[in-house]
């Protein structure tokens, strides 16, 4: 006799009871499908933004910076590297700080140079550029198919000219590569921006600087390879990092691992929330049908199958769903995959890599598992006659009391969901995932339409290089690059649709202060442990700006404030120089350099940080009166070896938390500034500053004016002018405050345009073709505002429309839910029904039965988005700053209209059985 | 005076091809706090009949009268409303609700029609029909003797014009089943309660004020009619 296996009774089963295995199959599938999108949405991302740096920084993990003493040998036989790479820069062009290289092989593979337009040079005398390194050349017009002559200088070489065929514009990289290195001397940290073929010969005289690029072997760190004894010199090792696109001389793996979460942390949380809550649905769908099967368990127990095979028999059931839905539900979640990758191409690729599957299986088995584990595990215990008899339902029941007055149906049906709690959770979790995507997508609302309501400059200008900073302490240097001149603002402001500039600039005066030195200005120092030295960081109120110890040089004992003689002795120079300063002057006081920022104030709102006086822009514009910016700053070491610096206003300061607390007792509103402004270029034959006929002349030879305005207003606190936020001790004006003053200047550092509405495409690009053009020829970077909000605008529309969908889906499965949770219940209550019905319950009596069960897990999934809501805010405050009550009212009404919808689902399932007859009903069994 | 009546009333199955006649065109009176006895072989019609009395299932044919109009004509609600006000039935499976107590489902009736329990009638009825140990328990936790008399007692409960019973005593040991069926006859007499009541055993059927015998979905014998 053929023997009869549990899986053909499993197999048996499915088929005489599709129905009822609908719902666990659907649960099941959903598991699949959501594990399969999830997976693929979250490597997508991370490979999206693998190659998104990739095109920044390619794909190798080490660079080593021009280190001829260490050959590729050496490299290859430490151990850490898998490949090598060569990247030749040959020479700067035309003098200036764009260079010209070549890759190896290996490199050119690693580098990942791409083109936006042409290709990649293919034989010698041909060029692959960067646009930026084209502008930076003045070449801004360079089409692919150009024929260009360049001045090359190689390192230690002198000039040539060569003539190359531009074939490709390059994707800007050099940028990104060389930024760690800014501080190389004389180019030996640049790359290459401007490629030629490998072949292209050298130039004639100088060496060209080679870096390396590599790839680790698996599992190799920066930390070790800088650790490691051999290589212990490669102080200009470098880690690049795919996950931020960049090149970091320290090891940042575990910021990379926090960024990557962050990337992939929106499909983390939906996707962990949707898997949770199909495994309630599965959950309570498994017990539902166990439910139903109840009399068929019992009779199993009572013939003999033991707990494990009533365990294998139903979970079988589950596994064999499971499987089925495997290919369906993966395809499937593919098919979203690529879906959500079209909607956002560039935050997420399409990868459908086979290992991939090992995850996605993992995933599924492990929530069928989990979720079929609970119920199937009450089902097999229950005893043999008990299970005829409801014994779970009997042992919960002794706790009734018998009511001298109840509402029939409502009892039975709190009885219902108090005995069978399951049942119903799963579509309560379902309306609390739809109410909890509902409040993201409100937030994210609130979020956009707030971010639309702030005043923007459409376009930006900052300087590449600080024109405000000077090496000299008293004479501000002009600067070999100016930033924008009054010329190029008055371009600027008479643009179409330009309604206001906000120029900002910074520039540096000396000012005259008493001899016995306040106490605001003095330096004070701080202990700071760093790599076992114990250092002393001077703190003054510009933040360190200004080095002010000089003032005291002479006074103090050299052992206790200036532990380190290089300072001392510098100090000592400064001092010499001030002296030196006075007499050309004529000063006896103390002279003190001043940083003076020169800015459009008309945007800028400080009216919280008036401490005392007013601001009165006449008297700002005509030079009478000038800003002071005078912040309490407080000072301690950080926990990694820095300075800890802050500026308060005086109420904010707790003494006990700082080491260092620096108070203004020298500035008020009245009090005259006595000024001066040395400019000029540095002369060619200043060669020291230890020298007092060189120092004469040379502060001799300088521009000088001299100004005395009144202070207006005293300023504290934190503030912003244009893009950036000053810190330490400023004094503070207007353009036309600094032209009455006569105050020099390196031209404006950063510039902000406001535009009258939003202009027309025709507008913006001329806009923006002439913004760029000014700002290129003041080696400015330019933003264009207006571009990035409106790719924020499409990329926010995608994500709320992805949102909104996900709610109307959410919504609709959760109505499905509690529809085919109910009218499963009424199907197999219907001899309930019946008996109600013959003890004269009416049809609308009937419905309450059912209302209730779908109104408290409705209520019970608002209660539960709520508290996730409440949750967020607690430990995600940056995203979810406020708690929008009206938010939660039309939560709780999606909640009430769910409910609604769903009652209108029973309803008509109620009225096909109630129009059978009472007889029928209760013969249905 | 006559309180319910049928008219050519028939019930037929029909099963693919084959028609069953489970009720054939019988029309029947009965008189108000009369007690009548429903008996026959297992299959003849009585519970079918007892059914389409008391509104419980559609007739294929046929009226059912009650207070001048057919019952079979009143909208559903109105249906309810008699059914718990008028009738009362009990079933040959008793029929409780699963998840109420037996105390519940005796109020059951009375709490669907949102009125107040008269204490005193209920306390008569729990006490002759011996379940006040029970009235706390589930369904599930009665045998079923105790599960009869508590659906006779829902029955009961709201004091109903006719009290119809599919076989009350079926599920009684003799004692017991003597006991319930002087408490119907209590009910029928003192509270003018008209009776109708399948049964099989004849001992029940003697005490009848008349017998209705059916065999093959027809009235084969009516001592009621025979008599008059
Ligand atoms: N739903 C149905 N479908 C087909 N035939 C049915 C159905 N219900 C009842 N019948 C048939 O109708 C006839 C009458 O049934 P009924 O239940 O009225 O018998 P009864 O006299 O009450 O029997 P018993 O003494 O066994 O309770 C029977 O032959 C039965 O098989
Ligand atoms: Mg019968």
């Not at chain 1, 003076?596 to 945007?603: F, K, Q």
Request: charged share 20%; net charge negative; glycine share 6%.
């Amino acid at each position: 006799m053929k023997r009869l296996t549990m899986n053909q009774v499993a197999k048996a089963n499915l088929k005489h009871n599709k129905k009822a295995y609908f719902s666990l199959a659907i649960g099941i599938f959903l598991a699949v499908y959501l594990a399969c999108t999830a997976v693929l949405c979250i490597y997508g991302t991370l490979e999206a933004n693998n190659e998104k740096a990739a095109r920044k920084v390619g794909w190798g993990d080490t660079t080593l910076l021009d280190e001829p003493n260490v050959t590729d040998d050496q490299l290859r036989s430490s151990g850490y590297f898998d490949q090598i790479g060569r990247i030749y820069v040959t020479a700067s062009v035309n003098d200036s700080e764009v260079f010209i290289g070549r890759y190896d092989e290996t490199a050119n593979d690693l580098m990942y140079r791409r083109c936006t337009v042409g290709r990649l040079p293919e034989k010698p005398g041909e060029i692959a550029a960067e646009r930026s390194a084209l502008d930076k050349l003045e070449l801004e017009d360079a089409n692919v198919g150009d024929i260009v002559t360049f001045t090359l200088k190689a390192f230690g070489g002198t000039p040539e000219k060569r003539t190359f065929t531009l074939v490709g514009i390059l994707t800007e990289q050099t940028s990104y590569m060389e930024h760690t290195w800014s501080f190389f001397p004389e180019g030996t940290g640049a790359f290459p921006a401007i490629l030629t073929h490998y072949d292209e010969p050298g130039c004639q005289y100088g060496t060209p600087v080679v870096h390396r690029i590599m790839t680790n072997r698996p599992g190799v760190t920066l930390t070790e390879i800088q650790a490691d004894e051999i290589l212990y010199q490669l102080g200009t090792a470098a880690q690049i990092s795919r996950v931020s696109g960049n090149v970091m001389p320290y090891d940042n793996r575990v910021n990379d691992i926090k960024e990557q979460i962050n990337q992939v942390v929106l499909y983390l949380i939906l996707g962990s929330a949707l898997l949770l809550s199909t495994c309630v649905a599965i959950s309570s769908s498994m017990e539902s049908m166990l439910a139903q099967k109840t009399e068929d368990i019992g009779m199993l127990r009572a013939v003999g199958a033991t707990k494990k095979q009533i365990k294998r028999l139903f979970g079988r059931d589950a596994w064999i769903l499971t499987l089925t839905a495997l290919p369906v539900g993966a395809i499937l979640g593919c098919l979203t995959a690529w879906i959500i990758s079209c909607l956002m191409p560039n935050e997420l690729i399409f990868l459908p890599t086979p290992w991939l599957l090992i995850p996605v299986v993992l995933i599924s088995f492990l929530c069928v598992f989990l979720s079929s584990m609970l119920p199937l595990r009450r089902a097999s215990r229950q005893l043999p006659m008990g299970i005829l008899r409801d014994t779970n339902t009997l042992r919960k029941a002794k706790k009734f009391r018998n009511h001298k007055q109840f509402k029939a149906t409502q009892l039975i049906a709190a009885r219902q969901f108090y005995l069978h709690p399951m049942r119903q959770t799963g579509s309560a979790c379902m309306i609390a995932l739809m109410l909890f995507v509902a409040i993201l997508l409100g937030e994210m609302l609130i979020s956009t339409a707030a971010s639309t309501i702030s005043n923007q400059a459409a376009f930006t200008l900052t300087s590449r290089q600080d024109v405000g900073y000077t090496l000299e302490p008293f004479v501000h240097l002009k600067s070999p690059i100016s930033g924008l001149t009054q010329n190029d603002l008055n371009q600027l402001r008479t643009l179409p649709t330009v309604r206001s500039t906000g120029s900002r600039l910074e520039t540096q005066a000396l000012l005259l202060v008493p001899e016995e030195l306040p106490s605001y200005l003095k330096t004070h120092y701080i202990a700071i442990q760093a790599d076992a030295h114990n250092r002393n960081m001077p703190v003054n109120p510009t933040a360190g700006a200004i080095d002010t110890r000089y003032l005291v040089v002479e006074k103090e004992e050299p052992v206790h404030t200036f532990p380190e003689s290089l300072s001392y002795d510098s100090a000592m120079i400064t001092a010499k120089q001030m002296h030196v300063l006075q007499s050309v002057l004529g000063v006896h006081q103390n002279i003190m350099p001043i940083r003076i920022i020169v800015a459009t104030l008309d945007e800028v709102d400080f009216s919280k940080n008036i401490v005392d006086g007013e601001i009165d822009f006449d008297a700002l514009d005509s030079g009478e009166e000038i800003l002071v910016y005078a912040p309490n700053v407080v000072a301690k070491p950080s926990n990694h070896g820095m300075l800890e610096t802050n500026q308060y206003f005086d109420d904010e300061i707790d003494p006990a938390a700082w080491d260092v607390v620096i108070m203004n007792d020298y500035f008020y509103v009245g009090q005259e500034l006595n000024m001066y402004q040395l400019f000029g270029e540095q002369p060619d034959w200043f060669d020291t500053r230890d020298n007092e006929g060189q120092l004469q002349r040379f502060y001799s030879e300088m521009d000088t004016v001299s100004f005395s305005p009144k202070v207006g207003a005293v300023l504290k606190g934190v503030f912003r002018i244009g893009n950036t936020r000053p810190f330490g001790m400023y004094l503070i004006t207007t353009e036309k405050g600094a032209k009455a003053l006569g105050l020099m200047d390196n031209g404006a550092a950063s510039v902000s345009i406001y535009l009258e509405g939003d202009p027309d495409i025709d507008t913006e690009e001329l806009l923006n073709d002439t913004i760029k053009r000014i700002g290129l020829r003041r080696n400015m970077t330019v933003v264009n505002q207006l571009a990035i909000n409106r790719e924020d605008k499409e990329y926010q529309t995608r994500i709320l429309m992805l949102f909104g969908g996900m709610v109307i889906l959410f919504f609709a499965v959760a109505v499905s839910m509690q529809v085919t949770n109910a009218s499963r219940r009424i199907r197999a209550d219907e001899r309930m029904v019946g008996t109600l019905r013959a003890v004269g319950a009416d049809e609308n009596a009937l419905l309450s039965c059912y209302r209730l069960p779908i109104i408290i897990s409705s209520l019970f999934g608002f209660v539960l988005a709520a508290i996730f809501y409440l949750l967020m805010m607690v430990f995600y405050p940056i995203a979810f700053p406020e708690w929008h009550i009206w938010l939660l009212a039309i939560v709780l009404m999606m909640a009430g209209l769910n409910a609604l919808c769903s009652i209108i689902g029973v309803r008509g399932q109620l009225h096909r059985v109630v129009n059978k007859s009472i007889i029928e009903n209760i013969r249905e069994l | 005076m006559e309180i319910i009546r049928s008219e050519s009333l028939s019930k037929v199955y029909r099963t693919g091809e084959n028609k069953v006649y489970a009720l054939n065109n019988v029309s029947l009176s009965i008189e108000q706090g009369s007690f009548t006895a429903i008996t026959g072989p297992s299959g003849s019609g009585k519970s079918t009949l007892l059914h389409l009395l008391s509104g419980l299932d559609h007739p294929t044919d046929g009226k059912v009268i009650y207070q001048d109009a057919d019952l079979y004509k009143y909208k559903d609600n109105q249906l309810a409303v008699l059914r718990r006000r008028r009738f009362g039935f009990v079933f040959q499976s008793y029929n409780l609700v699963r998840e109420l107590t037996g105390w519940e489902n005796i109020l059951l009736p009375v709490m669907l029609d949102n009125r107040k329990a008269d204490e005193e009638h209920l306390n008569r009825i729990i006490d002759l029909l011996g379940i006040r140990d029970r009235l706390s328990h589930l369904p599930g936790a009665m045998s079923g003797g105790q599960q009869q008399r508590i659906s006779i007692a829902r029955a009961l409960a709201n004091k109903p014009a006719i009290l119809f019973a599919d076989e009350p005593t079926g599920n009684l040991d003799g004692k017991s089943g003597r006991e319930v069926l002087t408490l119907l006859r209590q009910v029928n007499r003192e509270l003018g309660i008209t009776l109708v009541l399948v049964t099989h055993d004849l001992n029940v059927a003697e005490q009848a004020d008349r017998i209705i015998q059916l065999e093959d979905g027809k009235i084969a014998r009516d001592s009621g009619v025979m008599q008059a």
